[in-house]
């Protein structure tokens, strides 16, 4: 069952493309990160210019986090988005699986099926979102 409900959420989930979601905000983050433009990390302006050439959208999602956070995601930056946004993704699916393993060590085989019940932390990679990288922070303080 839970194999079932989370093919189920990854097949919806390609059917979103890099320029519908939120990853290039966080890419906007990292390029300003990685070039030590703190100062100008929220500037709506800049931000906007940076992600003109990049994606398609006609409008920009902008960087909203803490500065320590485009730092984390700085290494990004070393590459072009789109392979930014596979390494994100694949960074995102370790993380995801690791809280898997993480429920059912701790909790039990029924844990299995009910994380895949939850169907916003898969689709959250669809759409560039960074709720897992979240979801890991609070499995690890917990």
């Known amino acids: 069952m839970a194999l079932v409900l989370s093919g189920a959420w990854v097949a919806m989930s390609t059917t979103f493309t890099l ?27 800049l931000q906007a210019n940076i992600q003109k ?20 995601l700085a290494p990004l930056a070393l590459l072009p988005i789109r392979p930014a946004f596979a390494a994100f993704i ?8 690791g809280f898997w393993y993480w429920a059912y060590r701790r909790f039990g085989a029924d844990a299995v099926g009910l994380v895949a019940l939850f ?5 959250s990679f669809a759409f560039g979102q960074d709720v897992v990288l979240f979801l890991g922070l609070f499995v690890l303080s917990y």
Do not use: C, K, Q, W
């Open 19 to 45: 320029d519908a979601g939120d990853f290039p905000a966080f890419y906007t983050g990292a390029v300003l990160a990685r070039h030590g433009d703190f100062r100008n990390l929220h500037d709506e302006r």
């Open 90 to 97: 694949v960074f995102s699916s370790a993380v995801l699986i």
């Open 53 to 72: 050439p990049l994606v398609t959208r006609p409008y920009p999602v902008y960087f909203v986090r803490p500065h320590v956070y485009a730092a984390f």
């Open 119 to 123: 169907p916003v932390a898969i689709m």
